[in-house]
Every structure is written in C-alpha cells, then in structure tokens.
C-alpha cells in the first residue's frame, strides 16, 4: 500500500543528495538525459562504497570530512517536485509543512559530510513520519477488554463511519478477533436504515457463531443498543450502525443518540484508506459532532497511495488501531507506527 509514497520519498532523497554532488563535480548535462546519468551516477556510487571499504581509516575519514553545504535553490527545486507527488499521494498540506520545515532545519545552510546526505535526509523524513504516526495514545482493545471482563463488566464499542466505508465487515472481524482471545462478543444491529444491513450482520454472525441483538428496520437504533448492553453473558458489546453517503444533521443526531444511550467505552471510526482527501474531512466532522477514540483504516490493501493513513491521524489527533487489508475475517493488522514507517522507508536509519 505504500509503494507509491515509499518511491516518492526516495526518489526525493537520491535527487536532493545527487544534486548536491553533481553541483560539486561541475558536471554539465541536459535536463532529458537527467534520469539515465543519475541511475549510472547510482551505480557508481555503489562501485565507489564497495572499494571505500577496501581503503584505510585515514583516507576514508579524509573522504567524510569533505563537507557541503545545500543550497536554498537546489532544495526548494526537489521539494516543490515531493510535494507534487506527497499531494497525489493523499498526504495533507499539514504534513508537508512538517516535512519541509524539519527538512529545512537541519538542513539548509549546515556543514554536512558529503557521504552522509543521503542517510540524513532520509532520516528526517523517517523520523517526522514517525513521530506523526506514534503520537496518539495506542489503544489494546483485546487487552481492555480483558480488563473490564475482570471487573465484571463489558466493552462496549461504538462503530461509526460512512456507507460502505467497511464498518459491518470490521464488526465482524473484531469479533473473531475477541473470540480467539476467549472474549464473547455480542452484535449490534444498530444499522436499522439500509435495506439488508441487519440480514449482513446477522450473516456474519451465524458464521462466527456468536449473539446477534435486532430489531425491524427503521426500528430506533438507541433502542437495539440499549438491548445488546443487556445482554447476558457477553465480554463485548459491538455496535455496528447507519453511514449514509451524506452525513447530514439527521444522521449525526441518530449517532449522538445511540452514543448518549449505550455510553460506549470507545468510540471507532471505520473509514476507507481509498477515500483520500474525503476520509479526512469525515473524520474530522466526525469527530467534531459524535467524538471519536480511534480509527480503523480499512482497504488498505485496494489502496496504492498511503497517504490517507498519515492525514487522517494528523487531522484528528486519535490513533490508527488497525488496519484492513481484506475480505476476510483476519485480514486485520494490529497498528503499529514502527513497523510502518520502516515499512515506508526501510529498517536502517
Ligand atoms: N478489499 C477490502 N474490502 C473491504 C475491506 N473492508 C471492507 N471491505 C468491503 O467493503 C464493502 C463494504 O463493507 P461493509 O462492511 O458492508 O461497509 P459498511 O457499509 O460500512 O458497513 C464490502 O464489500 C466489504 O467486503 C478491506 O479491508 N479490504
Ligand atoms: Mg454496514
């Protein structure tokens, strides 16, 4: 899901540190064959690293202390270039900012080792990724759930998002998750709007073989969550309700009813990574009139960009919990920002 910002970053990161050196050699050449001198220039570099190995400690310190300073042009020239690509990318303007001024920081007008431009720059860009990613407080859903089994009570969850953003498939999902754990999970029907919504959960409860709680269609949503936290003998309570495509006052009220009514211990916003721009603006209406605890990010495997994840929690200040990336009932990847971002730009800093 990544490729697309993985290529944009280092693209960026060999442009910057190739451009420096270039610069330097005085080496003049024609914007169209740019690309094809840059690749040789790669595998030059390559060779010029294997054989630096060969050399002694003093040569090779001699060779580090060649240092370089970039210039505001050369940078605003490869930066204007990223965030063309960071913007198709889905990666909202508050982010590109954070990644232009830290880049700038450290960056322009400083003495830096010629050999280790590369690495740095990437490593800012790791870094701001990093540190947007792993601020909101992570959330242990199974873990919480466990605890308040302990107390002798139930978590209750709250599930909202738009239409067919995936919000019934990660109730589902969810549910297996808790079964493994040896929680019991109950389901809400709460989406008592769209025509075959309860049929859909009832399904997915059948399957997974746990407790479904419904009412008729068009039948109070409050109601059949008040019903669900009832329920006997439940570790869980999921409550799965209506996302129309225009998530008018209407629709904000029948949530902030069921919200006041089942008092839930989080309350989750199922969005698709595929919506883009859009899911940004959602989520944060949506936090703005209900109030939301997490988010959980799903298709990420239908989508090629990657961005939406970085501006939906830069937007909202709440943790990705997990992600979706599938049809199936395990296709759900615990968060975790490390393991992300070294998706994103590789292991090694
Ligand atoms: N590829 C993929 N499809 C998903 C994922 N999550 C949900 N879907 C599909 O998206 C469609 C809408 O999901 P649904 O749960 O009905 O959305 P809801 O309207 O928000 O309840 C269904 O066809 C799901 O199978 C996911 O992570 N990956
Ligand atoms: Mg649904």
């Not at 089942?262 to 698709?272: F, M, N, R, S, Y």
């Not at 944060?284 to 605890?293: A, C, R, S, V």
């Not at 298709?299 to 961005?307: R, S």
């Amino acid at each position: 899901m990544f490729d697309f910002l993985k290529k944009a970053f280092k693209k960026f990161t060999e442009q910057l540190s190739g451009e420096k050196e270039e610069k330097e050699e005085k080496v003049e050449k024609k914007p169209e064959i740019a690309e094809e001198f840059k690749k040789e220039k790669v595998e030059t570099e390559e060779k010029k690293k294997k054989e630096e190995k060969k050399e002694g400690l003093l040569e090779k310190a001699a060779k580090l202390i060649t240092e370089t300073k970039l210039s505001e042009e050369q940078f605003n020239k490869f930066f204007s270039v990223l965030e063309i690509e960071l913007i198709q990318n889905n990666v909202a303007f508050p982010i590109i900012r954070e990644l232009r001024e830290n880049l700038e920081r450290d960056l322009l007008g400083k003495s830096l080792p010629k050999a280790k431009l590369e690495e740095k720059i990437r490593e800012i860009l790791k870094q701001t990724v990093f540190d947007i990613l792993s601020k909101p407080k992570q959330v242990d859903l199974v873990d919480l759930a466990k605890k308040k089994k302990e107390s002798g009570s139930a978590l209750v969850l709250l599930i909202l998002g738009v239409n067919g953003h995936g919000k019934t498939l990660t109730i589902a999902k969810l549910a297996n998750l808790f079964i493994k754990s040896n929680l019991r999970p109950v389901l809400a029907a709460a989406d008592t709007f769209r025509a075959a919504a309860i049929e859909q959960l009832a399904e997915h409860a059948n399957r997974l073989n746990v407790r479904l709680i419904a009412h008729k269609y068009g039948a109070d949503p409050a109601a059949v969550a008040f019903d669900a936290i009832k329920a006997k003998e439940k570790d869980v309570v999921l409550i799965d309700t209506a996302g129309r495509q225009t998530l008018d006052a209407n629709l904000m009220a029948e949530l902030a009813k069921v919200k006041k009514v089942a008092k839930p211990d989080l309350t989750i916003l199922v969005g698709e990574a595929i919506a883009g721009s859009d899911l940004v603006a959602q989520a944060k209406l949506f936090n703005e009139k209900i109030g939301i605890d997490g988010i959980i990010l799903t298709k990420v495997d239908v989508d090629d960009k990657g961005g939406a994840l970085l501006s939906v929690v830069q937007a909202t200040g709440k943790p990705i919990l997990f992600l979706g990336n599938g049809q199936g009932y395990s296709d759900l990847i615990p968060f975790d920002a490390e393991e992300i971002t070294n998706k994103i730009f590789g292991n090694s800093s």
